[in-house]
């Protein structure tokens, strides 16, 4: 999550998202997104929403919130996969705790192919509320913090198929090389977030509410196809480690929308830090318990506009991207071109 749900959550228009915000994109150097895949002899293709990428390439899918589906040669990376989107009345002013977890297996079956590896950010529902589905239906291995590690044996999920993370590891998927990068979750207006905790043991019981899932650390994680890339920066929330991101010079940075200006400078920090990456893609400023079948509709507490300005100050050659549900976009791994 980007902010704490103790409070009803405060109600704001965000002046000119929409058709407004997209082309006051272009005008920044937006243009089109990513690119969106289009059969072409450069490598380009649509093949991802069909099945398999093209030979070559790899193709990049928002799956709402902060997650991704990247499949590189026919092989299928999930981050922070959020599909069931269940309701929690966190944008209707009447959030509970106490909300049961969902997952709708068909639903999640639409989306995610035959994935490989799931990387999770950290463990607040939003987050991982599906992942122990995936983990248990297709095999993947699960890359997370120990707090996910406890989590999803408790839902049942093999032991074996979870890799535990700290931030720092570089890991060779043969073609697809994973960097774990500690990171930070965001901070609200109060400087403090929702369920914060780690778990150092499986709970007693699998957890049944959205509550029972501690946050237990943040990190986020840099995916290079092949060996000339492209390589995607993935973060699950708004707030990070300057060190640890420094020079990871990535050519696409999905960067969470703050939704406070608690943490200093965020955006600047950020994108110096990552080496002005050639495309920034805002993330995680979505309603997130609207289905994916329908347009993107903006969080009231982000401003995505502001967000876009700020990257454009800071760095005017990146190629600001305002995603949607429905594009898949595509990169050429054999010239590292996107």
């Known amino acids: 999550m980007n902010d704490d749900t103790d409070a009803q959550r405060p109600k704001r228009r965000i002046q000119g998202f929409g058709r407004r915000t997209v082309?006051?994109?272009?005008?920044?150097?937006?243009?089109a997104p990513l690119l969106p895949a289009t059969a072409s002899a450069g490598g380009f293709s649509d093949a991802a929403t069909r099945g398999a990428p093209a030979a070559g390439s790899a193709s990049f899918r928002w799956l709402g919130t902060s997650g991704w589906r990247i499949d590189v040669d026919g092989r299928t990376v999930l981050f922070d996969?959020?599909?069931?989107?269940?309701?929690?009345?966190?944008?209707?002013?009447?959030?509970?705790?106490?909300?049961?977890l969902e997952s709708d297996p068909e639903l999640v079956r639409e989306h995610i192919g035959h994935p490989e590896i799931v990387l999770v950010s950290h463990s607040h529902w939003d987050h991982i509320a599906d992942v122990p589905h995936i983990a248990k239906s297709t095999g993947a291995r699960?890359?997370?913090?120990?707090?996910?590690?406890?989590?999803?044996?408790?839902?049942?999920v093999d032991p074996g198929q979870i890799s535990v993370v700290k931030g720092g590891e570089?890991?060779?998927?043969?073609?697809?090389?994973?960097?774990?990068?500690?990171?930070l979750h965001s901070r609200n207006k109060r400087h403090s977030y929702f369920a914060p905790g780690t778990l150092n043991a499986p709970p007693a019981a699998a957890p049944r509410t959205i509550s029972d899932l501690p946050e237990g650390d943040t990190l986020a994680f840099q995916v290079t196809a092949g060996s000339g890339g492209p390589s995607a920066f993935l973060m699950g929330a708004s707030d990070f480690s300057e060190r640890a991101v420094q020079g990871l010079s990535p050519d696409l940075a999905m960067v969470a929308v703050p939704s406070s200006a608690a943490t200093s400078r965020y955006v600047p920090r950020l994108?110096?830090?990552?080496?002005?990456?050639?495309v920034v893609v805002p993330v995680h400023w979505d309603n997130f318990?609207?289905?994916?079948?329908e347009p993107p509709r903006p969080d009231p507490v982000m401003d995505l506009d502001e967000f876009v300005a700020q990257?454009?100050?800071e760095s005017p050659t990146s190629r600001i991207v305002i995603p949607d549900y429905r594009t898949t976009y595509g990169g050429d791994m054999r010239s590292g071109r996107l």
């Open 142 to 156: 699960v890359v997370g913090t120990e707090t996910t590690f406890h989590l999803l044996v408790a839902f049942g």
């Open 271 to 278: 994108l110096r830090a990552l080496g002005h990456p050639g």
């Open 170 to 183: 570089i890991l060779d998927f043969g073609g697809i090389t994973v960097e774990v990068v500690s990171s």
């Open 23 to 31: 082309l006051r994109g272009a005008v920044l150097g937006a243009a």
């Open 289 to 293: 318990e609207e289905p994916l079948s």
């Open 81 to 100: 996969p959020y599909l069931t989107r269940f309701k929690t009345g966190l944008f209707d002013g009447g959030f509970t705790a106490a909300t049961k």
């Open 311 to 313: 990257v454009h100050q």
